[in-house]
């Protein structure tokens, strides 16, 4: 570990500093586990895009008459699928490939929902301050106290069930997080003295909450946002397994795992596939937010 | 022991008295666990329409006459004997004597079982007046559905242990109505109790009946406790305790069973089946149901008023396919409405034939040429008729895909599906029935009868066809069976035509019990009775 952090931190031995990139780069590089992470994002990545050219059948298509084949590995399995097929006779690597593009989907877009909407009332309540502050972060203290799933769940309720409605439940339940974090970076943030030399020279409200403050908060953010796909494919899941999220035939990993619940002991495939697969891009996830909290956040940085 | 000192060993025995004084009476009182599916909607038959809430309440209360156990005969049951008069419209029931009442905590019966609450058991659904009518739930939807309202003319108590009932016509399966579960006869006394303190709906969640077992405790999703009722009329039953744990999973109901946590269980995947009947320690009872599984059209919405429709979709759904994925082997494709085993069944009838290209020509004819978006419900539970709706659902969607139609598929909280559904709020949606007296009556006008097609009622396609109408009451007002035959098979010819139903399957019926449960009998109706029942020490 120490070996590559000297390599990489070489440059600066020659007099200029290093390009940002190339320092967080530095950084980011050593920890073995969020490299791991981000090979297995980009892959995941490369599925969802690819998903067209790599799932061998159609996600929906249906074929009784081989219902429940086991993975090719095992006997009764045929190569011509090679996961095996779920109780309606679908190929579950091709579901399990389509099923990628609906996860990251749900994590990128309940993370710029929650990113998007919870900066700008973390902006708000950091740089009014008085009343706006107090009353933005007392409703977000509340949705804190409430169970996270249970208050998707009852959104959910609301709003009726589907993957749009789960998404929008979930990023509302993430949101908190965001607005505290902006909150409690913008407040620092604001005694320093660029801001003030900012202000001094004339500069508007929104120049300085949005060219000045904001970009120095956005390492913290990165870090949350990176952690938070993770939390949000998580919950995504467990509303679709609980009925909640996507809907049929949408290939859905949690959904997928809770059709399949009633075959735990008799076809493993398909419940231990889709589980597999929520675990290691959560996981992965998981990883690259703890690298890229090493490598930005300025207070762990050696 | 002798090395513990008195205290810790009154400790100790204190610690010991309660499941001591436990496992001393299970060694001579034999439990029998029932590992059951669901929780009752209440206890009061009258208002229930699921196998769930008949199996707890069929224990607990008894009716006028009663299906022989296993059978569709109907014997004597609160009634000893009985006379019909010649044009079949007077009822004349001679009540058994010394039946005596259930008691809890609220009530101790002064009384035995009289006329009254026969009187009872049929103003409480019948007469608006009756203060009881709207406890509960006003909706006595099997009384209704079986248009009883329209064929009471009067129920008269002749004296004590006597009872006249005269119809307004002669109706053929009037003996066995009477014997089906929304028949229970509850407890005048404790009624008037009730009511007199204020608590009437007591009647319905703490109740008290003549039946075999007298009700415990209640647990809603966890457990129902029934003791043996000692004074039954027919003798006390083989079994002391009766225990329903609730388990909604069918997975885990099957590791229960093969654990012997409990000793019978309803309603098994059918996946688990081949393992069920190669575990040692298990036996599988088996026999044709008499139900069927449907998916119904609401004929009252766009676009399957259009008889064109509804035949185009049935002709697009791939029948055989939805039998070999999700029935597996425990199911035969239904054509007609009502079940084979059912006497009248028309055999002559032909089944829709899988055609994606004239179900597409048709659509077309109806004007739907690009297809049209519909939703399609499915319930979220395991049904007798149905082992999973909603993976036959998700069939269906792909094979309605195929010809443009777009699915979207939606479930409720079981009570509230039915509920919904009764109203009238779906498009196309699941639904299902276990017969339950045996007579083709009950498939037909409770689920395609007009007056179960008005919103809140049974037949779930609203579907209210004069011809079907005209044919399935003039069968019923006649008793020779030959000639009830001919009309049924009609009828069933007219239903196929108008295409109400794309009917799915008659399931079997699939009873897993352990080895040590004798003479258990599979009721043709679905029902689960422990009466009877013994358990092999």
Known sequence: ?302 | MTAITSKTKIALLCTLAIPAAFSVSNAAAKTLVFCSEGSPENFYPGINTTGTSFDVNSQIYSRIVEFERGGTKVGPGLAERWTISKDGKEYTFFLRKGVKWHSNKNFKPTRDFNADDIMFAFDRQWKESNPYFKVTSPNHSYFNDMGMPDLLKSVEKVDDYTVKITLKSQAAPFLANLAMEYAGVQSKEYADAMLKAGTPEKLDQEPVGTGAFMLVQYQKDAIIRFKAFPEYYAGKAKIDDLIFAITPDASVRWAKLQKGECHVMPYPTPADLDTMRKTPGIKVMEQPGLNIGFLAYNVTKKPFDDVRVRRAVSMAINKKSIIDAVYLSTGIAAKNPIPPTQWSYNNATKDDVYDPEGAKKLLAAAGFANGFKTDMWAMPVQRPYNPNARRIAELMQADLAKVGVTVEIKSFEWGEYRKRMQNGEHQTGMMGWTGDNGDPDNFLTTQLGCDAAKPGGGNVTKWCYKPFEDLIKKAVAITDQAERTKLYEKAQTIFKDQAPWFSIAHAVQLTPMRTEVIDFKQSPFGRHTFYGVDIKE
């Open chain 1, 1 to 302: 570990m120490t070996d590559t952090m000297n390599d990489t931190v070489v440059p600066t031995i020659h007099g200029s500093p290093p390009h940002p990139l190339r320092e967080f780069w530095g950084y980011f590089s050593g920890n073995h586990g969020a490299v791991a992470g981000l090979a297995i994002i980009v892959f995941v990545l490369l599925m969802a895009i690819l998903a067209d050219v790599l799932a061998p059948y159609a996600p929906d298509m249906t074929n009784t008459s081989v219902a429940l084949t086991p993975p090719f590995w095992q006997e009764g399995g045929s190569t011509s699928y090679l996961l095996g097929t779920d109780a309606i006779g679908r190929d579950i690597l091709s579901r399990l490939i389509y099923g990628s593009r609906l996860s990251l989907a749900i994590g990128i877009v309940v993370v710029a929902l929650s990113v998007i909407s919870g900066v700008v009332l973390g902006l708000i309540a950091g740089y009014f301050r008085g009343i706006l502050e107090i009353f933005i972060m007392r409703v977000m203290d509340i949705m804190l106290t409430i169970p996270s799933l249970l208050l998707a769940i009852v959104i959910v309720a609301i709003l009726g069930p589907g993957l749009m409605n789960a998404m929008i439940a979930v990023a509302l339940v993430v949101l908190p997080h965001y607005v505290r974090i902006t909150r409690a970076t913008v407040i620092s943030e604001m005694s320093k003295d660029y801001v003030t030399a900012a202000i001094v020279s004339g500069a508007g409200k929104l120049r300085i909450m949005f060219s000045e403050v904001l970009p120095n908060c956005t390492p913290l953010l990165i870090v949350q946002a990176s952690l938070g796909i993770s939390a949000a494919i998580l919950d995504a899941a467990a509303l679709g397994f609980l009925g909640l999220g996507a809907q049929p035939p949408s290939p859905e990993w949690g959904t997928m795992l809770a059709d399949s619940r009633e075959f735990v002991l008799r076809a493993w495939w398909v419940v231990t596939l889709p589980g597999l697969m929520i675990l290691t891009t959560v996981l992965a996830f998981n990883l690259l937010g703890d690298g890229l909290r090493d490598a930005l956040d300025p207070k762990l940085k050696r």
